[in-house]
């Protein structure tokens, strides 16, 4: 059974970094997608990162295109989202997800796997 556990989130001010990590363990995940999804009060989960396993190849939401960064320890088995200048709008749980055969890499509904989310939280 996949498990996928996620840490790292606090409260920061505007400007400020946070690293989330995602362990994961239960299989070889070489041919897995990892993805980061994130969801604030009253808004549908939405996707941010992807790294795929095998190529290391990446693909971020526009919103977090060039603050945010995606990778990945094999030997840890753990994926890491570095978020960098955050800002208000970025407050939402956070949630890891992992899956193989992934298409549309945005729909949440393409993962099967998923961490229980760590809160992030950027106020001033």
């Known amino acids: 059974q996949v498990q996928l556990v996620e840490s790292g989130g606090g409260l920061v001010q505007p400007g400020d970094s946070l690293r989330l990590s995602c362990a994961a363990s239960?299989?070889?995940?070489?041919?897995?997608?990892m993805a980061w999804f994130r969801q604030a009060p009253g808004k549908e989960r939405e996707f941010v990162a992807l790294i795929r396993w095998i190529t290391d190849s990446t693909h971020y939401a526009e919103s977090v295109k060039g603050r945010f960064t995606i990778s990945r320890d094999n030997a840890k088995n753990t994926v890491y989202l570095q978020m960098d200048s955050l800002k208000p709008e970025d407050t939402a749980v956070y949630y890891c997800a992992a899956a193989t055969g992934v298409v549309f890499i945005a729909r949440s509904n393409q993962y099967a796997y998923w961490g229980q989310g760590t809160q992030v939280t950027v106020s001033s």
């Open positions: 239960g299989r070889t995940f070489g041919n897995y997608a």
